[in-house]
């Protein structure tokens, strides 16, 4: 999934919890780019899809991370 911010503000508004789901085990990280429970890391090829990519406009920085919790939120 890809996603496109202005800001590192408005990122952070979008998801204010800073906690994020592994894309292998699925369970919560507070690290957006590696997991401390399987040591899985957010750049891993064959997981790409369980993962976010997102863009912040104002300074052209692209990240890839685990799909923060708010996602996932109804």
């Known amino acids: 999934m ?3 911010f202005k800001s590192y503000r408005a990122f952070n508004n ?8 592994c894309s ?5 990280s507070f690290n957006p780019y590696q997991c401390l429970n399987c040591g899985n890391q957010s750049n891993n090829f064959a997981l790409y899809d369980k993962t976010l990519e997102y863009t912040i406009s104002e300074t052209g920085d692209k990240s890839r991370i685990f799909f923060p919790v708010e996602l ?3």
């Open 2 to 4: 890809e996603m496109s």
């Open 14 to 21: 979008k998801f204010p919890t800073g906690m994020y789901v």
């Open 24 to 28: 292998l085990c699925g369970e919560i």
């Open 72 to 74: 996932f939120a109804p």
